[in-house]
Nanobody, 124 residues
Framework: QVQLVESGGGVVQAGGSLRLSCAAS????????MGWFRQAPGKEREFVAG????????YYADSVKGRFTISRDNAKNTVYLQMNSLKPEDMAVYYC?????????????????WGQGTQVTVSS
């Protein structure tokens, strides 16, 4: 069992930055690929970024490439999402998710564990 707790959300002006963190419980964090997803009101949950279990490879949705950076620290059982140049369309609840294995899929049902989410609000 893995428990995930996100933090770092908040209100930011367009063009600003936020850093999300996701702390995981358990001793097997490095066995899991990790993903960040987001869900805006009335929309489906969508893939934002993913990182392999060792942190060597990262993947991004086209909408965030060049602006967001995912990273992980397996010694701290934590995955991060650095979000720069935020836009109003980035506003959503952001979730981290864990899937046992090497590569992070971009399909939400493939993930085994989810955090409770953290709200990101971008004002224009």
């Amino acid at each position: 069992q893995v428990q995930l707790v996100e933090s770092g959300g908040g209100v930011v002006q367009a063009g600003g930055s936020l850093r999300l963190s996701c702390a995981a419980s358990g001793r097997t964090f490095s066995s899991y690929a990790m993903g960040w997803f987001r869900q805006a009101p009335g929309k489906e949950r969508e893939f934002v970024a993913g990182v392999t279990r060792g942190g060597g490879s990262t993947y991004y949705a086209d909408s965030v490439k060049g602006r967001f950076t995912i990273s992980r620290d397996n010694a701290k059982n934590t995955v991060y999402l650095q979000m720069n140049s935020l836009k109003p369309e980035d506003m959503a609840v952001y979730y981290c998710a864990a899937k046992r294995g090497f590569r992070p899929p971009d399909d939400p049902p493939e993930y085994e564990f989810w955090g409770q989410g953290t709200q990101v609000t971008v004002s224009s």
